[in-house]
């Protein structure tokens, strides 16, 4: 039987991106191929379960709440496909909606699950934030994927972040989904005068651009929950 390893699940308001405010019910999957500098879920603890019983483990978080979005979330989920492929389509017939977070570079993954996700809150790893390498392919391809659905686009921002290669994520964005909201996160552990005025500068410059371009904190992390 197939099992995935799972390290937290949890009800808790959005913090991030878009839907900022909404409530959901979090499912954190362990394990990613990336590492970026900023990253704030590092994580080593886990439980591993079938699709039905993280399904039943989801409900008894759920209890009588009212949520019907699940947060499929990190860690990459998208590195347990084989799993999803079986435990999506459950859980869509359970009459929950679908909130993929993902660092956006695991084009065949999603495509082969986007049928049975709703909305896409999707990374743009930039070089000079992540310490990490350039993903600026894989995350062009992911983006004419995530399209088909209701996705849009986070870019983590930090004092180290370059121009350079801010444009080469909003560029991305232009030409793939110019109608996408574009989300400038900054890091939260570096808030501060320094990184306000590098969040101004790069949102004139996208908006030039891209119209629906954001500024939005972590604010669940502002305001002290989980």
Same mark, same amino acid.
């Given at each position: ?83 999803? !492929? #079986? ?8 009459? %929950?909606? =679908? $909130?993929? /977070?993902?660092?956006?570079? @695991? ?55 370059? !121009? #350079? ?8 964005? %232009?030409? =793939? $989904?110019? /109608?996408?909201?574009?989300? @400038? ?42």
């Amino acid at each position: 039987m197939i099992k995935a390893k799972i390290n937290d699940i949890f009800v808790s308001i959005q913090g991030e991106g878009k839907f900022v405010g909404d409530f959901q019910c979090f499912v954190r999957f362990l394990d990613c191929n990336l590492s970026c500098k900023f990253c704030d879920t590092k994580i080593s603890t886990y439980t591993e379960f079938t699709p039905d019983e993280l399904i039943s483990k989801i409900k008894e978080a759920i209890g009588k709440t009212d949520v019907k979005t699940i947060s499929i979330t990190g860690g990459e989920p998208l590195l347990y496909r084989d799993f999803l !492929l #079986e435990f999506l389509p459950r859980l869509k017939s359970g009459g %929950f909606k =679908i $909130y993929l /977070e993902t660092n956006g570079v @695991l084009c065949d993954e999603l495509f082969d699950l986007i049928d049975n996700i709703d909305i896409v809150s999707m990374d743009i790893k930039l070089p000079s934030s992540t310490l990490d390498r350039p993903l600026w392919r894989e995350h062009e391809e992911f983006l004419k994927v995530a399209k088909r659905k209701n996705v849009f686009i986070k870019v983590i921002i930090c004092v180290e972040t370059t !121009l #350079e290669d801010f444009k080469k994520a909003v560029d991305i964005a %232009f030409r =793939i $989904y110019p /109608e996408v909201t574009f989300i @400038l996160q900054p890091n939260t552990n570096q808030l501060g005068k320094e990184l306000t005025d590098k969040l101004l500068e790069f949102k004139i410059y996208s908006r030039q651009y891209l119209i629906n371009t954001k500024v939005i904190p972590q604010v669940h992390k502002l305001i002290g929950v989980k």
